[in-house]
């Protein structure tokens, strides 16, 4: 089955710690996505990459940082410096004229 | 810059009531708006979408959403609610297609249902 894969689905952290979120698809899409989901705050764009070796920032990418190495992986790393990290991650992808395909996400709780 | 605004928080139907989720889009250029559903701790499906085709789109689970540029707004529509809507919906409009879309989302609505 094609789809994207997000793990863990649970993750939970100290605080100061760095942590890397994973996401990996098999649909061959070309873009990939980081959103963080708030509740009552909707979906913000944290980094997207429309190739490999390549990543733009998107609305709220301070204290974050992802890399694009291969075309299937896209993780995302939440760094000490992210203020208010804990929250629900979502990963996603658009191949061309297909819109975004979400993972089922990851709750992150820094405590 | 492409925004969204969807209007009510949270709205409660009765089973076999009309839904009605209201959103209105701010965008420079002709849009491409879509709705996703999300259920809890899942991630978002995608529901409908328009890209400048017809102006009444249909999509799944009997939902529907009427483009109306004039009013800048994609509601979206099912005449009959069943349990199974209760879900947290989201708008959503992008400026760009292809394989760019970079979509900008709404706050969401939470849809309950009673029975």
């Known amino acids: 089955d094609g789809g994207i894969t997000q793990s863990p689905k649970y993750l939970f952290r100290k605080e100061g710690q760095n942590v890397t979120l994973s996401c990996e698809q098999n649909?061959?899409?070309?873009?990939m996505y980081w959103y963080r989901q708030d509740p009552g705050q909707g979906l913000r764009l944290i980094y997207y990459?429309?190739?490999?070796?390549?990543?733009q920032k998107g609305d709220i990418a301070e204290g974050y940082s992802v890399s694009r190495e291969k075309k299937e992986s896209f993780p995302l790393t939440v760094t000490s410096a992210q203020k208010n990290p804990t929250a629900f991650y979502l990963c996603?992808?658009?191949?061309?004229?297909?819109?975004?395909?979400f993972g089922n996400g990851t709750r992150l709780t820094v405590t | 810059a492409q925004s969204v605004t969807q209007l009510g928080s949270h709205v409660s139907v009765s089973e076999g009531a009309l839904v009605l989720l209201r959103c209105n889009y701010s965008?420079?250029?002709?849009?491409?708006l879509f709705w996703y559903v999300q259920y809890p701790n899942q991630g978002l499906q995608l529901l409908l979408k328009?890209?400048?085709?017809?102006?009444l789109v249909k999509g799944i689970n009997g939902f529907e959403a009427e483009f109306k540029k004039s009013e800048t707004s994609f509601h979206l529509t099912k005449p009959s609610a069943h349990m199974s809507d209760a879900a947290e919906y989201f708008c959503?409009?992008?400026?760009?297609?292809?394989?760019?879309?970079?979509?900008?989302f709404g706050k969401g609505t939470l849809l309950t249902v009673n029975p």
């Open positions: 996603a992808t658009t191949g061309y004229n297909s819109p975004l395909h």
């Open positions: 649909l061959n899409h070309d873009a």
């Open positions: 990459s429309q190739i490999v070796n390549d990543f």
């Open positions: 965008s420079s250029v002709p849009p491409y």
């Open positions: 328009y890209t400048s085709a017809a102006t």
């Open positions: 959503a409009v992008s400026e760009s297609g292809g394989s760019n879309y970079k979509l900008t």
